[in-house]
């Protein structure tokens, strides 16, 4: 039987190379985005919903979408979120941009796995599905110009272990990816900075990571090579996270 994968934020970024490496490997990806339509979306085995996670309407509509289609969900990576709008000092965050940024990268996800989950448990055999959340080096590192990101994203990290320990029993791993420095449409607007920061030496693996890098990691936890890992972090980030002297 052929494997199913839901993609949450799959029209740009890390979604859409997840979604390009997933169905050039025979997985077909049903996934959702905000933009009208996916720019060099994959030729086949792709079907695209457009919505917002946030929304549980929209949420829905993605599952049913692919039970519809298809009958069975084997996969989810979770890949939708955004920046504040405005990177204002932690004393200075809104109520406003907390909430937005905390219902689409935390909330938004963890009940699009829980749902998703619901219907992976129904499917045979004894590994049932895989789900990975992406996440962020901010999970573990302040920033305080975007304090709610980091909330968020630390979020995320305990949204795995949950959902890795409740789902173990039926075969379901669940796993988190944390990328780095990531040239993607969300890190554009500090593109300089982080040249710089990089230039200087903040990474071990001195370059950008693109969001094929984060793809190859998501996959590699997906396809059955790894079983035996569960609620596990891997970070993607040419060696950020190493303390060094």
Known sequence: MDKVALISGVSAGIGLASARLF?????????????????????????????????????????????REFGHIDILVNVAGVAPKVRADLLEMTEESYDRVLNINTKAMLFLTQQTALEMIKNKGENKGAIVNISSLSAYTSSVSRGEYCISKAG?????????????EYGITVNEVRPGIIATDMTSKVKEKYDNLIEDGLLPIKRWGTPEDVAKAVFALVNGSLPYITGQSLDVDGGFHIRRL
């Open 156 to 168: 995320v990290s305990m949204i795995t272990k949950l959902f890795a320990d409740r789902l173990s």
């Open 23 to 67: 169905t050039e490997n025979g997985i077909t990806v049903v996934g959702m985005g905000t933009r009208e339509k996916v720019d060099n979306a994959p030729e086949k085995n792709f079907i695209y919903v457009r919505g917002d996670v946030s929304v549980a309407a929209d949420r829905k509509r993605l599952i049913d979408t692919a039970i």
